[in-house]
């Protein structure tokens, strides 16, 4: 840990198909975000482009674009970084190679350095959510990146459902659990089903915090989307972006249903003592959990 408190902001927008204009309210928040004192700020999964994984299209393999420095795009995020002295987590559409594409976060430190890169690691494959056509599953491990304002275990949405990656990134020494987000709801979902999901969301990710003795920061992008298959209604993301402290304890929620742009202090002062108090790392019986190696314990 490098910094006692942390002024993560939070980037919660609807996105549209303009990819400039997008990328251009990034900078505003960032720019306003940094001028209200931001350390950190957060963007959402892939915030460039609406949620293209709706639908199956060779076509949306055109979005993607490499995550090295000199990338066009890249750089442009480079310099929002060192420009107003924050680090930022990005998301973007990778292209390795041909054929090979990643869903990956790309971390940028105060000087508009890369700092490290995050390929996600688990792959949804669901209606509306047909991620599998589109991403090869990370290769880089659960490892957390390391920044002038200390080590961010940084994941991707369907990864927030895991306790193995929070555990590991505790394990590797993070000091804060990130997780840029997609997720919404489908229109013909019942209300009462529609709040299951939510409160499922945010409680996962509030327990990781909890078992791990670390903050956790959620964001995700707002609004409506179509399905441009015309299979489903759409998705009405969710937002209710978070931050929530080592005991899961909201430190900031935004709303389900507008844009946001939060600036939350983070006391990372606060790991130390809790994790005396609640010694999960110590009292782990690592000898005894073997099976968890396995697919399934019939």
């Known amino acids: 840990m490098k910094q006692a408190k942390i002024r993560v902001g939070l980037v919660q927008h609807h996105y549209s198909h303009d990819a400039e204009y997008n990328r251009n309210r990034n900078y505003t928040a960032i ?3 940094a001028a209200m004192g931001a350390d950190l700020v957060v963007l959402s999964e892939l915030h460039d482009t609406t949620y293209f994984c709706q639908a199956e299209n060779v076509d949306n393999f055109d979005i993607a ?15 929002y970084a060192k420009i107003n002295n924050i680090v930022l987590v990005t998301s973007f559409f990778e292209r390795r190679a041909a054929g090979m594409y990643h869903n990956t976060a790309v971390v940028i430190d105060r000087d508009g350095s890369i700092a490290g890169r995050y390929r996600k690691m688990h792959i949804p494959d ?3 959510y047909y991620e599998k056509f589109y991403f ?14 200390g080590r961010l275990g940084v994941c991707v949405c369907w990864d927030q459902w895991y306790p193995e990656a929070a555990r590991i990134m505790a394990l590797r020494g993070a000091d804060i659990l990130i997780y840029p987000t997609a997720i919404g709801w489908e229109s013909t979902d019942a209300l009462s089903e529609k709040e299951r999901q939510l409160d499922a969301w945010i409680t996962v990710q509030r327990g990781h915090a909890v078992a791990n003795g670390l903050p956790v920061v959620a964001v995700n992008r707002v609004g409506y989307e179509s399905d441009p298959s015309g299979v489903t209604n759409g998705i009405t993301f969710w937002g209710s972006s978070f931050v929530a402290g080592p005991q899961g304890e909201f430190l900031h929620k935004s709303s389900c249903d507008t844009e946001d742009t ?3 202090e983070v006391d990372m002062g606060r790991v130390e003592q809790v994790r005396r108090w609640w010694p999960f790392l ?5 000898d005894e959990y073997g099976p968890i190696l396995k697919r399934f314990l019939d």
């Open 282 to 286: 110590r009292d782990r019986r690592i």
């Open 136 to 149: 090869t599953p990370g290769d880089l491990g659960f490892e957390p990146i390391e920044t002038s304002i």
């Open 65 to 79: 674009h490499g995550v090295d420095e000199d990338n066009e795009v890249i750089g442009l995020y480079r310099r």
């Open 262 to 264: 939060p600036l939350v």
């Open 31 to 33: 720019e306003t975000l």
């Open 126 to 128: 669901d209606p509306a």
